[in-house]
Structure formats: structure tokens, C-alpha cells
């Protein structure tokens, strides 16, 4: 069993920078693939990254991909996610997740956080 409560989530103006933290608690953090998702209002929840258990690799979706950077710490048991240039488009709840397979879909993920809220204002 994992929990998952992430941090770092506000308001932020267009070009600005956030960075969210997720810690988990349990001693087989390192064992697990970490990803973050996020659910923007009306939309469905979608991929935006994810990191091995090493941290070793990475993928990220499209939408992100130059502006956001995940890492983890396995010491710490947290993942992070660095959000530089942030767009209006990018608001959303944005969600931690961890799981056995490395990939893109929500199935793969078997624990989930509570989501913390990003507005990125215009």
C-alpha cells in the first residue's frame, strides 16, 4: 500500500514557474514507476509525466515536453515536478501516481493522491 499527497500547487501568472512535490509514504517507494497526471475542469484526466524507479527514465506528453521536468528522490520517497512557462491551458488539478509498469495509461497506475489545484492566469 502507497499514499500519495502532493504539495506545491497556486496561482501562478502565463511564463511563470511552479514546482510540485508528492510524498509517499511506505518503504517500497523505489521500487515503484511514478507518473503525474493532471484534470483540467470538464476534461478528462490525462498523462502529462512519468519516471522510472531508478529515475534513470523519462517520458513526457507533448503539451509539456521542454517546459515541465520530472525527478524523484528516492531517499526522500518524492517525486517532483518542475513546471517552467507555464500557459493558461496548463490549469488543472494535477494528480501523483504510482504504479508497476512504466507507461502512459491511468491503468497502469494503482495508487493515487488527492490531486493539487495549478491556475495559471493570463
Known amino acids: 500500500q502507497v499514499q500519495l499527497v502532493e504539495s506545491g500547487g497556486g496561482l501562478v501568472q502565463a511564463g511563470g514557474s511552479l514546482r510540485l512535490s508528492c510524498s509517499a509514504s511506505?518503504?517500497?517507494?523505489?521500487?515503484?514507476?511514478m507518473g503525474w497526471f493532471r484534470q483540467a475542469p470538464g476534461k478528462e484526466r490525462e498523462f502529462v509525466a512519468t519516471i522510472n524507479w531508478s529515475g534513470g527514465s523519462t517520458y513526457y506528453a507533448d503539451s509539456v515536453k521542454g517546459r515541465f521536468t520530472i525527478s524523484r528522490d528516492n531517499a526522500k520517497n518524492t517525486v517532483y515536478l518542475q513546471m517552467n512557462n507555464l500557459k493558461p491551458e496548463d490549469t488543472a488539478v494535477y494528480y501523483c501516481a504510482a504504479g508497476v509498469v512504466y507507461g502512459v495509461n491511468k491503468g497502469n497506475y494503482n495508487y493515487w493522491g488527492q490531486g493539487t489545484r495549478v491556475t495559471v492566469s493570463s
Open positions: 511506505g518503504r517500497t517507494f523505489s521500487t515503484y514507476v
